[in-house]
């Protein structure tokens, strides 16, 4: 990783990145929608399930709405419409007909599902009701597009939850930060947590939690967003249930959003200039064998090594064999680009030896491990590669914050900083303009000192928060 | 399951089988735009699974295309357009705009993908190009919607291949043939294969053959479909390699669909008087258990459930454990309606005997097991009953088809007919005429003996055909 890449640069070698792994092509005729390519899928889906197992663990039910919404549903929450409108795709005509109510792709599936949610919910024996779905959602962005980071067509995921009342919607906030904790480990991705101030919430949320990353041009990155949403969506869309007095109450909802950025900022934060690195948990071939073979000795070397391969798929480690006619050199090459955590080498020496050569991605190592002993130490080397890559990227991210209980004359910011905010937008203001950044919010994790004072006005804080360039 | 029903009670049935095991929510505001539920999309995506077993193993890869599709791209290949424009849904709105090239909802990609394919392919190297999607597609039926069987929104598999010339291309369509047969075992499926005669092939294609299956009604249902197209699409979309000699040739391509229909076809093939009947391969819950207690023992009770539910659950049989407070009988019942497999029920009667009593969904038998043999015992009764209820239906299917080599005067078919054909329209007209049915194609397996003679002319038979009724 390469750290305070300026713009230019980190554009040119992000989308290198993603041409040589062959990830995803930019070629197909409409701005912003791309095709994801079979290996891209993979980690994509790979991704997906990492999300679902979580999911599914804390008793949330997988939905699938449909993908076109009324606009009469889509306008009955208007701070909802306010912030979406600008970004719809409208669907008017159908065969030959004119359709009599316009239908938009959904941006989002709050007005989608929230009709049917009212039909679902009677008493409080229903709640809570967890669901979730995985579909592609639409936005009309009008910014410059890149790959995965920002797109016209998203690979969403959104959890919807109801509750019976204002705690247990926080209690199921605090379940998906724990969510959150256990697949950012999964994708090997640190993050900052922060609580958006009001300005900059979800359109129709009480309040919007946000996860970043750091990118490195210093920039940061919304990975995933969770959002509290009161009764705000359950009275325009009329959702109650009967209490156990009998009386008619509203529900209390949340939803949690992640996206194909979560492809987007794995490549950003672990790359490097051979090409990206994928994390085990994620990554398409967990290994790569390659047999070092001349003609006199091919049938040999390509039995132990297929042999080698099926061990490790017998294992359950995911295993692509290279048997490809071509020079070793240039499959090293090929499988660097393309992030495989690590590459069995095999040729007749090793069998003489009784040994493999492991090549590790990410720190570019080599290492002479006993034929008899590899499956084991694969599934270790690939545990501690998992570990490895969140702890360094945790460490730059920590390394890369500054305190700012005053902002020094004439100082620049390189990445982030936490300030002291006394709870007035003016002041909130005056460090976006004095840094040049975005307040990005409350910092909710705290692993550096409070900040006492306001770093604008010296005031007393009410927080502690993160600032930063954004994407 | 219930032969010859008629066509309003086979729809109350259907549809009341549906809602009963809450597969699927019909209330959305949009026609023919169903909600899938958690249950009813667990099936679907094990269906998925199923698929994706086979298509990975034969080295497709699977790529997801962008839902939307200029009208430029979609407007190259006239057979397909004409096939298709009546039913596509079109985006011709973003944001405040007006867009300059409308975009259309695929209703099958074609034409979103040949465009990129023309692109990954250059040489007979980058042959053959075996892909697969499985995404959400549209169509703007105007006919009268049924969950799963037609409806407006998709649940869609696409298969796309292309190939260095028609033979290679032929023996793709062999593949499939085989995939299929495979797919069709996982879902307990028997069927026809059907070689559709030239007024009845997917629009652009050489040839087509689909899938059929034996619906209650005594009405066919396509399930599933392959197409050979030749170079159809590869002339228009210019989709060409250079040969080893450096010539420049079109590929040939084949595709293969399949789509939520598979939900809809089990639960009319399976589904009897209780329910849904679910084959094991894709059920959401193989075996609920359902303890047997009272107060005074239910902690003695309740603590060998779990115990037996995790035995289960760690020999990889999905198993549901219902501990709600309800009685037995409730639970059977809510159970059988969702077409569980085995219901496992553990008393203190069975403690005290050492057995587990076992419940069969498909024949509604009981026996008890002794504990110590449980999970090998279920795992034997669950391949028993995806053999034996794919066997009964193939059986149930193979009775109900008619050999015709002629028309006897008054004659009503019931369910299918096999006729021989001479090969001319006319004949084949007539025969649709007569019997009030349609045409299907060629009896591509001929299990029963060829029909000589054509069943309208009495000329000489090219083929034996098959006829019903469909939906």
């Not at 554009?11 to 990830?23: F, H, R, V």
């Not at 795709?89 to 316009?102: F, K």
């Not at 969506?233 to 209390?252: L, M, N, R, S």
Request: hydrophobic content about 40%; charged content about 30%; aromatic content about 10%.
């Amino acid at each position: 990783m390469c750290a305070h890449m300026k713009e230019d640069e980190f554009s040119e070698w992000y989308n290198t990145l993603i041409e040589n792994a062959e990830l995803s092509d930019k070629r197909y005729p409409v701005k912003g929608m791309n095709v994801w390519t079979p290996y891209g899928w993979r980690i994509m889906t790979n991704i997906d399930a990492a999300i679902r197992r979580e999911l599914d663990a804390t008793g949330h039910g997988e939905v699938c709405f449909p993908l076109l919404v009324p606009a009469t549903e889509f306008e009955k929450e208007a701070q909802h419409i306010k912030g979406f409108s600008d970004e719809v795709y409208w669907v008017t005509r159908a065969g030959g007909n004119e359709l009599d109510v316009p239908l938009l792709l959904r941006p989002t599936s709050e007005t989608a599902m929230y009709p049917i949610f009212k039909l679902w919910i009677r008493s409080h024996a229903d709640l809570p009701l967890k669901t979730y779905q995985i579909v592609n959602v639409f936005r009309y962005d009008t910014k410059m597009t890149r790959s995965f980071i920002r797109v016209r067509e998203i690979h969403f995921f959104e959890s919807h939850t109801c509750h019976v009342d204002f705690e247990d919607a926080e209690r199921q906030i605090a379940e998906n930060l724990e969510i959150w904790s256990k697949v950012s480990k999964d994708l090997a991705l640190p993050y900052m947590v922060a609580k958006r101030p009001e300005w900059d919430k979800f359109p129709g949320a009480f309040y919007t939690i946000g996860f970043d990353v750091l990118m490195p041009t210093g920039r940061t990155m919304q990975m995933a967003s969770i959002h509290q949403y009161k009764t705000n969506f359950a009275v325009p869309y009329e959702i109650t249930y009967e209490d156990e007095k009998g009386e008619h109450q509203h529900v209390h909802q949340t939803t949690y959003g992640m996206s194909e950025r979560l492809v987007g900022a794995i490549i950003a934060v672990h790359g490097d200039d051979k090409g990206i690195v994928l994390p085990p948990v994620v990554a398409p071939h967990q290994v790569v064998v390659v047999p070092i073979f001349r003609k006199d000795d091919a049938e040999e070397v390509l039995g132990a090594a297929r042999q080698l391969a099926e061990e490790l798929d017998e294992a359950g480690i995911r295993v692509k064999m290279d048997d490809r006619d071509l020079r070793p050199g240039e499959k090293y090459y090929h499988w660097e680009r393309r992030g495989v955590p690590l590459r069995l080498e095999l040729g007749p020496r090793d069998m003489k030896h009784g040994q493999v050569m492991v090549a590790i991605r990410d720190t570019g190592e080599k290492a002479a491990v006993r034929r008899d002993e590899i499956v084991g130490r694969v599934e270790e080397m690939l545990a501690e590669m998992q570990w490895r890559m969140l702890d360094k990227a945790e460490k730059d991210l920590r390394e890369r914050i500054t305190d700012l209980p005053d902002i020094p004359y004439g100082f620049e910011l390189e990445d982030v900083g936490r300030v002291g905010w006394c709870g007035e937008e003016d002041c909130a203001t005056q460090m976006e303009v004095n840094l040049e950044v975005v307040f990005l919010g409350e910092d909710m994790d705290m692993k550096g000192p409070a900040i006492e004072r306001c770093t604008t006005c010296g005031g007393t804080a009410r927080m502690t928060a993160y600032v930063s360039k954004t994407y």
